[in-house]
């Protein structure tokens, strides 16, 4: 086996499909040690609140159960029987209509690949969540962005202008993130009208009690997806949800690779279930917390933080500052989500955590926006 360098580049290789090529990575989350490394901070006094994850962990008894459960040699069961039984009971939706996925990340990549191809496009109104648009890329599909209204309601009359004979998904988020609203009823029939595959996104539904799940039974063209990661706490152990019509998901069943979702993270999903009031209670927590943020952030000057249905405010900051008070953010140990550029320049995501936290981020946003240069010449 002595190739030589040589050789081995001289081999022509195959050249990668252009729109792979092309790919943007998607930007995730940091992990801890990173950012407190960044900051120069020790990792337990750093403050991360940039994931939408759940302050309080999974349920204690994931713990225990995994820790004691006997079967982890045996492959999970690929037609997911015992999985797609017990969410039946959560969703209220007929077995046979539900496919679980390695997060609804794992979802929206399926549903993309049966209907977007090279040259195809999805239609989303932004600003929302950046997987959508990563996973048409996949695809060699393209993400056709309408900007929602100034109160980032979604452009209805937009929405169908930009319909093409390319386009076959629409998203919607519901509460959509990072803007925390929710989708009219009204809005989602219109959409659901034109015929297309409508994805209601209702990622952070436990945090609003608002589903679309009953449109289901009218519309053959709608996904709804859910995920344990934000209120069961499994964001880690990746578990995601989809409902859909019963020939859409055995399509997605057919082609999902057949042991995507672990089987930690199935015996997790119906320990969670079955702690469903305890788990509930949190989210109420954290519903709590989140308004009392609410009323400390419009208590500082030079902060406009929106109404949000879901674990996480968007906060509007002084004008041009966005950048410069995310940074004062992250030297002090506070990880915030921050676009950077764009429509969102002067937005700052908190997600909702500990009390304790919601002081601390309050604190040095008073302390940022306080600075020279926060506010312009009165
Ligand atoms: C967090 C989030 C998801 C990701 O869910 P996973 O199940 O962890 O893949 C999906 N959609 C939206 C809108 C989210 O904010």
Known sequence: MTQSKETKTMLAMPKMLPHIQALETYEGVDPMEVMAERAGIPPEKIIRLNG??????????????????????????????????????????????????????ELIDLLLRMYVGVGDNVIIPTPTFGMYSFSAGICGGEAIPVERDENFEIDLEAMKAAITAKTKVIFLTSPNNPTGNLVP?????????????????????EFCGETAIPLLSEYRNLVVLRTFSKWAGLAGLRIGV???????????????????????????????????????????QIVVER???????QRVPGLTPLPSRANFILCQVP??????????LCSRGIFLRYWGGGRLKDYI??????????????????????????????
């Open 52 to 105: 939408n994850e759940n302050p309080y962990g999974p349920s204690p008894k994931v713990g225990e159960v995994l820790g004691s459960y006997p079967n982890f040699n045996y492959y999970p069961d690929p037609g997911q029987r015992n999985l797609r039984r017990v969410l039946s009971g959560y969703l209220n939706v007929e077995p046979e209509k539900i496919v679980a996925g390695n997060g609804s990340d």
């Open 185 to 205: 009823e009204a809005q989602t029939r219109a959409l659901l009208d034109t015929g297309l595959i409508v994805v209601m996104d209702e990622a952070y539904f």
């Open 349 to 378: 995501r908190i997600s909702i955590g500990l009390p304790h936290e919601t002081d601390a981020v309050v604190a040095a946003f008073a302390e940022l926006c306080a600075e020279k240069g926060g506010e312009k010449d009165a």
């Open 291 to 297: 308004d009392r943020m609410m009323g400390k952030l």
């Open 242 to 284: 989809g409902a859909m019509d019963p020939e859409l998901s055995a399509t997605m069943m057919a082609m999902k690779p057949p042991y995507s979702v672990n089987l930690a993270a199935e015996v997790a999903l119906i320990t969670s279930l079955e702690d469903t009031p305890r788990l509930l209670e949190r989210v109420k």
């Open 319 to 328: 004008e041009g500052r966005g950048q410069v008070i995310f940074d004062g």
